[in-house]
């Protein structure tokens, strides 16, 4: 059997005439976004051990770490605190003193140009390890909604109050985007944005980021208040809600495995979009290149691409900094 003798030529043309005639055009940094974890109480950075080359970074070292992501020409960071204190109710989740709303003002302060996102979630801050504040229901214990709904609307103020450009509630809460919206606009905060993570599945990559952020939950699991992952019409349903709330930009968690999500919400809704490339994705990756199993940067850049081919106009990675790094080196 040959090929058509057209197909052959095309894949006979020099590498310029193949990147004029790209469907899609190269991912840039600039619509990356690096995630930032921020921890109480430590005086220097600590690489998380399932997460090769990532850390958690001190207060006293926040500023420096965001002028590099910046400097980099990734135009945002997202940013997961590590408080000293839990308790069951994670009341230090909202403080305006919290170890988020002390990062989000150091770097508004000293690199006023880069875009802060701030995590809107209470897993952190739970002694139980859990999203939200929970309550007695037979046979043991859920997250009680409307309770949690009014503890993110709360965190997100602080967060706002602090300088934050974007609240990122990821509690998955019923009606939590709503709440925020409205506690923002009557605390002043009109035009601070609302990243939705609107279709988060109950994942089994999200490992490596409960030891980043120290936070697995101690009984039980999340698929209660988790999508899931068998469902896509869900999916788009769920994202129409939190457009209907008054979020800014849906999200899809995770990236990897997800892509139909990403196309089918971006089909369907025609509505700013970000995806998650989560930390189970990254750790993969990142053993798989330590052990000289792939090429890294082919991989990476191939995924990346693949997730905006797909639809997302945003992409979160912890492989922000090297992504821009290699794209750079292309120029």
């Known amino acids: 059997m ?27 940094a600039g619509e990356l976004v690096m995630p930032i974890f921020v921890k109480e109480g430590i005086s220097r950075k600590k690489e998380i051990r399932s997460m090769p080359g990532i850390f958690q970074t001190p207060l006293g070292e926040i500023v420096r770490e965001a002028k590099r992501v910046y400097r980099s020409g990734v135009p945002a960071v997202i940013l997961f605190g590590i408080p000293k204190h839990k308790d069951e109710e994670g009341s230090a989740s909202g403080a305006e003193d919290g170890i988020v709303q002390k990062a989000i003002r150091a770097i508004k302060k000293e690199a006023p140009e880069l875009t802060v996102i701030a995590d809107v979630c209470m897993c952190e801050y739970t002694s139980h390890g859990h999203c939200g504040i929970l309550k007695k229901v037979r046979g043991g214990y859920d997250v009680d909604n409307d309770r949690t709904i009014k503890a993110l609307a709360k965190i997100a103020v602080s967060y706002a109050r602090a300088g934050a450009d974007m609240a990122a509630p990821s509690a998955m809460m019923d009606g939590q985007v709503k709440t925020i919206k409205e506690a923002l606009r009557a605390n002043g905060f009109p035009r601070t944005g609302i990243m939705a993570y609107s279709v988060k599945y109950a994942s089994s990559l999200y490992g490596p980021f409960r030891d980043a952020a120290e936070s697995p939950p101690k009984f039980g699991d999340r698929k209660t208040y988790q999508m899931d992952y068998h469902n896509s019409k869900e999916a788009i349903a769920e994202a129409r809600l939190d457009i209907g709330e008054g979020a800014d930009m849906v999200m899809v968690k995770p ?20 995806c998650y490339s989560v930390s189970g994705e990254y750790s993969m990756i990142k053993t798989a290149a330590l052990a000289g199993y792939i090429d890294e940067r082919g991989v990476v850049l191939e995924l990346l ?21 290699w794209l750079k080196s292309r120029k």
């Open 305 to 325: 691409n693949g997730f905006k081919r797909a639809g997302a106009d945003l992409i979160i990675t912890y492989y922000a900094l090297e992504a821009a790094k």
């Open 2 to 28: 040959s090929f058509p003798e057209t197909r052959m030529r095309d894949r006979r043309k020099d590498h310029a005439a193949r990147m004029r005639n790209r469907e899609t055009p190269e991912i840039t």
């Open 255 to 274: 990236a990897m495995g997800y892509e139909d999500i990403i196309y089918g919400i971006k089909k369907e809704l025609e509505f700013p979009l970000a």
